[in-house]
């Protein structure tokens, strides 16, 4: 079964048109009188006799070749009913929209035979490809970039439930609709559905105050009349493209819904950089929560590094005995954070205030002796502390000394604390800014 053969003396001939695409009237070689007509095949690997035959077939009339009694194995003779109908229903439908369809069309040098090649009104060529037998990736692939490297666009469309190069090539997947109405387009078409946050610009799935990225998504189309389908090609409204939001498969689309998906793609970007400035903002600030709980396990450090060579030396400056020196346990607010001193139970000075604290406890904080545990600590003590008012610089303990890391911080044991951990204590102060230095 064949569409397209050639006469004698007319040439080529369409048998899907009135005038057989010569002039000539299908009568005039339909059961001639005077014997068959002088038609013969058009592949170069038949070329065997042909008769012309209508039928009614779905309710229309239906003209078409067939090979003659007798005839070798044609390229063509394997095609199946399903094949054939495919290839008249896009021919008809390239024609209803305004095109040109040429059956059977083979190319110049003969690289490729088009089941229906269309001639576009703006002058594009399209190759509609009806691919209803199995064919692997890879040759599907190289016939479809034959078809490119001779300036011809192509459309696959195939029946197969199973279609594993759709979204490979430009393709799409037709079937009969249920009510036995016209051919569908189920997939290989796409529509991009536009969805965004009611609070747009901000976004409500995202956390924080981030813009909308947008939240839509590509849709296969799953309901267009081929008739349609192949009306918006010949009129060059839908495109094959490969998709960016979602799985990157080629899909045939209209234009608008390529500007919808990169408007999403731009707001994407947007909420992509304020969503990386976010997490860069947070990071820092988990890193300044963590360097100032370092410093304060540091001061806790020195403070309880402190406390025996501190007693120390006030008993040596009073001539008290140990018993009458007392010292802090933990840093106070009372005493710009740090541990109050104490002989007979009366204030005598406190062991590393910070110095940033002293300001607003001058008063309080007058006349006592701030102790440091280094000459640079001393220095920010004095550069707050009122003018004339003692800081002694006292060793601390050698098994309390901060041990330094290799990055220059300062990994600090707390004394009764154990490696690493944090009080409640600790916790609370800093969560509540007690202890912001």
Not at 170 to 187: C, F, T
Not at 257 to 272: G, I, N, T
Request: charged residues 25%.
């Amino acid at each position: 079964m064949v569409f397209v053969g050639n006469h004698a003396e007319w040439g080529r001939v369409d048998v899907t048109l009135s005038d057989l695409g010569c002039g000539r009237d299908r009568t005039a070689i339909h059961r001639p009188k005077d014997g068959p007509a002088p038609l013969i095949c058009r592949d170069p690997e038949c070329g065997w006799a042909l008769h012309l035959v209508h039928v009614t077939h779905g309710g229309r009339d239906l003209w078409y070749l067939r090979h003659a009694d007798g005839a070798p194995h044609c390229p063509t003779a394997g095609e199946s009913m399903a094949h054939h109908l495919l290839k008249l229903d896009l021919a008809l439908a390239v024609r209803d929209a305004g095109g040109e369809a040429e059956l059977e069309a083979l190319a110049p040098d003969g690289s490729w035979r088009a089941d229906v090649l269309a001639t576009m009104p703006d002058g594009r060529l399209m190759a509609l490809e009806a691919q209803m037998s199995t064919i692997t990736v890879e040759d599907i692939e190289r016939r479809t970039a034959r078809y490119s490297a001779a300036g011809v666009e192509v459309c696959w469309f195939t029946d197969r439930k199973t279609v594993p190069w759709l979204g490979v090539v430009p393709a799409v997947q037709v079937a009969r609709a249920e009510d036995g109405g016209p051919l569908l387009v189920v997939a290989g078409a796409a529509r991009f559905a536009r969805e965004w946050c009611v609070q747009r610009p901000l976004c409500e799935r995202a956390r924080g105050a981030l813009p909308c990225g947008g939240h839509g998504r590509w849709v296969d189309v799953d309901d267009l009349e081929l008739e349609r389908f192949v009306a918006a090609l010949v009129a060059n409204t839908v495109r094959p493209y490969r998709l960016r939001v979602g799985e990157p498969v080629l899909r045939w689309i209209a234009r608008r819904y390529f500007e919808w998906e990169a408007e999403q793609l731009a707001a994407s970007e947007v909420h992509r950089r304020a969503a990386e400035r976010a997490a860069a903002v947070e990071r820092r600030r988990e890193q300044d929560q963590a360097d100032h709980l370092a410093r304060i396990r540091e001061l806790e450090a020195r403070q309880a590094g402190l406390r025996r060579p501190v007693r120390a030396w006030v008993c040596q400056e009073t001539g008290d005995p140990v018993a009458a020196v007392r010292t802090g346990r933990d840093p106070e607010p009372a005493f710009a954070m740090g541990l109050p001193v104490t002989v007979h139970g009366e204030l005598y000075g406190v062991i590393c205030p910070v110095a940033s604290r002293l300001p607003a406890l001058r008063q309080e904080l007058e006349g006592l002796v701030f102790f440091a545990a280094t000459e640079r600590e001393a220095a920010r003590i004095s550069g707050q502390a009122p003018r004339g008012q003692q800081v002694v610089v006292l060793e601390v303990e050698a098994s309390e000394v901060p041990e330094q890391r290799a990055g220059g911080g300062v990994t600090v044991t707390p004394v009764g604390r154990g490696p690493g951990r944090i009080s409640v204590r600790d916790m609370a102060r800093f969560m509540t800014g007690v202890d912001r230095m």
